[in-house]
């Protein structure tokens, strides 16, 4: 199992910045991408970005320009860094992240508890 404990969340003054944080222990072996997802009182959890065990980023729209993703193998953590917050940005926000077994074409999901993001 994978367990994913996200921290840095809390109340930031519009166009402010915030950088969450997202630690991966137990059977971190073989974990794949991983990505930050959010969701707002009311609405579906959303897709923020990913990166890739290389690297390689994605993004949605809404945040390009103003969100890095990040990780570090190595303290198997990855990083989310939030500049120039928006109201809507304002939401419950998600680590996850997914293993990958190629050998036998197995992959598995989990999922943090989430940290509160608010901008004043």
């Known amino acids: 199992q994978v367990q994913l404990v996200e921290s840095g969340g809390g109340l930031v003054q519009p166009g402010g910045s915030l950088r969450l944080s997202c630690a991966a222990s137990?059977?971190?072996?073989?974990?794949?991408?991983m990505a930050w997802y959010h969701q707002a009182p009311g609405k579906d959890r959303d897709l923020v970005a990913t990166?890739?065990?290389?690297?390689?980023?994605n993004y949605a729209d809404s945040v390009k320009g103003r969100f890095t993703i990040s990780r570090d193998n190595a303290k198997n953590t990855v990083y989310l860094e939030m500049n120039g917050l928006k109201p809507e940005d304002t939401a419950v926000y998600y680590c996850?992240?997914?293993?990958?077994?190629?050998?036998?074409?197995?992959?598995?999901?989990?999922w943090g508890q989430g940290t509160q993001v608010t901008q004043l």
């Open positions: 137990g059977s971190i072996f073989s974990i794949a991408n």
């Open positions: 996850y992240a997914t293993k990958y077994y190629s050998e036998i074409k197995m992959s598995t999901a989990y």
């Open positions: 990166i890739t065990n290389s690297g390689s980023t």
